[in-house]
């Protein structure tokens, strides 16, 4: 089977506080599939963001690999993470994180801005006009990001994600700062877009009912995978789906 | 670009604070810069301009010297030593006169000297005086500055001296005198070791076209009566002494020495000499007290000694050329010097920095001490800049991350603060250029006047006249952007460190 994310070797992660290392991950390992919607759940301090932070080649776990298609990135120099974050990622901050002096339409455009990617003036107008339509926000082209609510600046930033077509969008607590309400709305528009373009999705929470729309469920406790499930099969055949799963 | 510019226009704009404290300081800075430029040129043209066209021309030639010559004496600290003359001055002068950019020449000595007069009604009081004898014609045509306003120039084998009005104004304010045109002044002046004492007559009154302190101290004389003053003549060995004299000089009677009687009795010591002008070579400068001596009271001593005792009509310090082209100043001065060493004449050409001396080097002074403080004022500006920037790398921490992590390669975040920074110094540049060049306008419309001889150096004259140089704006603007980039060095480098799990650890 091809996995679009895959893992070798059990991953670690430890942070150094002064002399003191704190260990973040503990020894995991899971494979992901080209068109997944995964949810990756579990408490504060579990290691979510971590994982998530580590798959995404925003930072470097302390043992273990992470693959990209196949492709090892351990090895990889900061111009080449940063080309194949471009090309190959797309991400969805907890707070957001769009550039505030851009209005809706440019931050959705600023990852285009980036790459060598070769489109033309009307293909990228076109792409872009569709993704905002798709997230239900015709009408805030314009507006900068001061001037929307969070689960508009939400949508903007999923479309931010999927402005560069990636294979995989992660999505570090995409609901956190939104009511319950808008927080389902957004994983809705999510698991959509999911189907209709077929791109994966990883996203984290702690949030039960949100966890529940996912295909795919890696629980962590403690820096630890306790359960790799995909809906509809038994854990035991998700987990051999999924590789091993160190602690779980 | 475009992309780059955008964002960095509204990241300024959304940064309002901080892009105009930067602004702000680099606006001033350039109008500081630019005012301060300004200063410098017209000080430093202004004295070029005043003493090329006044004084100098562009080369003078001199006779050698261990230290340097200028138009005011030879400069060394205690101010002894004697000017050396033009040697094979008729030769020098045949080649000067010669060559294609020679536009006119002029020969010229200076000394200095005590103004008295005998109707004085002070008489303990004195008024000094730089004196430049001079041959009048060619000298007026050489020099253009000077404008008779009552009596007359100095004719050719004429003695008489040439005063400002200013100056004689002083010095009649000075000695209690009413003194003016016809009257007679008497000078004194050391020359071959001794005090050399002439009365001479006020030939003329004239007054500068482009005033200045500096240049009102200065009196005109023919060259007889400075070189008598300075002792030069032709004497070229030791004199002999009868026992007479001798009784003479042992005396301890100094009015005997000194009294008008002996002093004035005989003028025809100082007359021009037939044919001076082709007098030359064998100037030599007698070295002994006697011979000066003599020269106050000969014509009451012994007749026999007095052919010794010829002034040197071939006798000149300097020889000030204007040329044609000013440009050719540099190849002219090379050519010159070439052929002094070629012919083994002792003599130098120079420029008019050379020739100006001390004041040349107030002017440098003057344009040192205003770059350090412009540097300084630059110094500054930077560091504040530096900080500003440092804080807004700060801040926008979250948001480099972000961009780092969504694909952004370290080149595009240097492009992006760079071209910020381009952005406020450009705009804030011009607003400071054109803040500069208003106050100058202003200032040159109000024309302030100088109320001391140092603002006067600085200046250029009696009145600020600020100069405008539009190349000097275009380099200030250059200059305030690659400053600005030097500024922005090190909070580039920290904006440069961010990874892009700064996007995440800022939430």
């Known amino acids: 089977m091809n996995f679009i994310l895959d893992t070798s070797g059990d991953v670690h992660k430890i942070y150094q506080l002064g002399k003191v290392e704190v260990p973040a991950v503990k020894g995991v390992s899971f494979s992901i599939e080209k068109g997944d919607f995964i949810s990756i759940a579990g408490p504060s301090g579990s290691g979510k963001t971590t994982i998530l932070n580590m798959i995404g080649l925003i930072d470097q776990a302390s043992s273990g690999e992470v693959l990209i298609d196949g492709r090892p990135t351990r090895e990889l120099k900061d111009r080449d993470l940063t080309r194949l974050r471009h090309e190959t990622l797309g991400f969805i901050f907890q707070s957001f994180n769009l550039i505030p002096v851009l209005n809706v339409w440019e931050n959705i455009e600023f990852p285009l801005l980036l790459g060598r990617t070769r489109i033309t003036k009307e293909e990228k107008a076109d792409w872009i006009n569709h993704l905002i339509e798709e997230v239900g926000l015709a009408d805030h082209r314009k507006h900068k990001p001061n001037e929307l609510s969070g689960g508009q600046r939400q949508r903007v930033a999923i479309a931010r994600a999927l402005v560069t077509k990636p294979q995989i969008v992660l999505a570090d607590e995409p609901t956190a700062n939104l009511d319950s309400a808008t927080g389902e709305q957004i994983i809705e528009l999510m698991k959509r877009i999911n189907r209709e373009l077929e791109t994966t999705f990883i996203f984290s929470t702690h949030d039960a009912k949100i966890v529940n729309i996912a295909d795919h469920i890696i629980r962590l406790r403690d820096g630890l995978i306790i359960e790799n499930v995909r809906r509809g099969e038994p854990v035991g055949a998700a987990s051999a789906l999924a590789g091993s799963s160190a602690g779980a | 670009m475009p992309v780059l510019i955008k964002i960095a226009a509204k990241n300024l704009a959304q940064h309002k604070t901080k892009s105009l404290i930067i602004g702000v300081i680099i606006a001033v800075g350039v109008a500081i810069f630019v005012i301060?430029?300004?200063?410098?040129?017209?000080?430093?043209?202004?004295?070029?301009?005043?003493?090329?066209?006044?004084?100098?021309?562009?080369?003078?030639?001199?006779?050698?010297?261990?230290?340097?010559?200028?138009?005011?004496?030879?400069?060394?600290?205690?101010?002894?030593?004697?000017?050396?003359?033009?040697?094979?001055?008729?030769?020098?002068?045949?080649?000067?006169?010669?060559?294609?950019?020679?536009?006119?020449?002029?020969?010229?000595?200076?000394?200095?000297?005590?103004?008295?007069?005998?109707?004085?009604?002070?008489?303990?009081?004195?008024?000094?005086?730089?004196?430049?004898?001079?041959?009048?014609?060619?000298?007026?045509?050489?020099?253009?500055?000077?404008?008779?306003?009552?009596?007359?120039?100095?004719?050719?084998?004429?003695?008489?001296?040439?005063?400002?009005?200013?100056?004689?104004?002083?010095?009649?304010?000075?000695?209690?005198?009413?003194?003016?045109?016809?009257?007679?002044?008497?000078?004194?002046?050391?020359?071959?070791?001794?005090?050399?004492?002439?009365?001479?007559?006020?030939?003329?009154?004239?007054?500068?076209?482009?005033?200045?302190?500096?240049?009102?101290?200065?009196?005109?004389?023919?060259?007889?009566?400075?070189?008598?003053?300075?002792?030069?003549?032709?004497?070229?060995?030791?004199?002999?002494?009868?026992?007479?004299?001798?009784?003479?000089?042992?005396?301890?009677?100094?009015?005997?020495?000194?009294?008008?009687?002996?002093?004035?009795?005989?003028?025809?010591?100082?007359?021009?000499?037939?044919?001076?002008?082709?007098?030359?070579?064998?100037?030599?400068?007698?070295?002994?007290?006697?011979?000066?001596?003599?020269?106050?009271?000969?014509?009451?001593?012994?007749?026999?000694?007095?052919?010794?005792?010829?002034?040197?009509?071939?006798?000149?310090?300097?020889?000030?050329?204007?040329?044609?082209?000013?440009?050719?100043?540099?190849?002219?001065?090379?050519?010159?010097?070439?052929?002094?060493?070629?012919?083994?004449?002792?003599?130098?050409?120079?420029?008019?920095?050379?020739?100006?001396?001390?004041?040349?080097?107030?002017?440098?002074?003057?344009?040192?001490?205003?770059?350090?403080?412009?540097?300084?004022?630059?110094?500054?500006?930077?560091?504040?800049?530096?900080?500003?920037?440092?804080?807004?790398?700060?801040?926008?921490?979250?948001?480099?991350?972000?961009?780092?992590?969504?694909?952004?390669?370290?080149?595009?975040?240097?492009?992006?603060?760079?071209?910020?920074?381009?952005?406020?110094?450009?705009?804030?540049?011009?607003?400071?250029?054109?803040?500069?060049?208003?106050?100058?306008?202003?200032?040159?419309?109000?024309?302030?006047?100088?109320?001391?001889?140092?603002?006067?150096?600085?200046?250029?004259?009696?009145?600020?006249?600020?100069?405008?140089?539009?190349?000097?704006?275009?380099?200030?603007?250059?200059?305030?952007?690659?400053?600005s980039v030097l500024a922005n060095g090190y909070p580039l480098s920290l904006a440069l460190k961010i990874q892009p799990i700064r996007a995440i650890q800022n939430d």
């Open chain 2, 36 to 483: 301060g430029s300004s200063l410098i040129n017209t000080a430093s043209l202004g004295i070029e301009r005043a003493f090329i066209d006044n004084f100098t021309g562009h080369v003078m030639i001199s006779g050698l010297s261990a230290d340097n010559v200028s138009l005011f004496g030879v400069q060394t600290p205690g101010g002894m030593v004697e000017t050396p003359l033009v040697e094979r001055f008729p030769e020098v002068l045949d080649w000067v006169n010669a060559n294609n950019w020679t536009d006119s020449a002029t020969s010229q000595l200076t000394g200095f000297a005590i103004i008295k007069s005998e109707d004085q009604t002070a008489p303990d009081k004195q008024y000094f005086s730089l004196l430049f004898g001079v041959d009048y014609d060619s000298y007026q045509q050489t020099f253009h500055n000077m404008s008779l306003v009552e009596g007359e120039g100095l004719a050719s084998g004429q003695t008489g001296i040439l005063l400002e009005r200013n100056n004689l104004e002083d010095i009649n304010e000075k000695l209690g005198t009413e003194l003016g045109i016809g009257d007679e002044v008497l000078l004194t002046g050391v020359g071959a070791g001794s005090f050399n004492i002439r009365r001479v007559p006020i030939r003329g009154i004239y007054i500068y076209q482009s005033y200045s302190e500096t240049s009102s101290f200065i009196s005109y004389v023919d060259p007889q009566t400075l070189r008598s003053l300075k002792g030069l003549t032709l004497n070229t060995g030791m004199v002999t002494v009868s026992a007479e004299i001798q009784s003479l000089l042992d005396t301890t009677d100094i009015d005997s020495l000194f009294g008008e009687d002996s002093l004035f009795a005989d003028d025809s010591l100082f007359a021009e000499p037939a044919g001076a002008a082709s007098i030359s070579g064998a100037a030599s400068r007698p070295g002994a007290a006697a011979a000066v001596e003599t020269a106050v009271a000969a014509p009451a001593l012994e007749p026999a000694i007095a052919p010794e005792l010829e002034l040197d009509a071939g006798a000149w310090e300097y020889i000030l050329i204007r040329l044609k082209t000013p440009l050719a100043a540099g190849s002219f001065i090379r050519a010159a010097n070439r052929w002094f060493a070629e012919q083994g004449i002792p003599a130098r050409a120079a420029d008019w920095k050379a020739a100006a001396g001390p004041f040349s080097t107030t002017s440098d002074v003057v344009r040192l001490v205003l770059t350090v403080a412009i540097l300084m004022v630059a110094i500054v500006a930077i560091i504040i800049i530096m900080n500003t920037l440092v804080i807004s790398v700060i801040e926008r921490t979250g948001e480099v991350g972000t961009m780092r992590a969504l694909g952004a390669e370290r080149g595009f975040i240097r492009r992006m603060f760079t071209m910020e920074i381009l952005v406020i110094a450009t705009v804030f540049g011009l607003i400071g250029l054109a803040g500069g060049v208003l106050i100058l306008s202003i200032v040159r419309l109000i024309g302030f006047e100088a109320v001391n001889p140092f603002l006067e150096i600085l200046f250029a004259g009696k009145v600020l006249k600020p100069v405008i140089n539009p190349f000097s704006l275009l380099v200030t603007q250059l200059a305030i952007m690659l400053f």
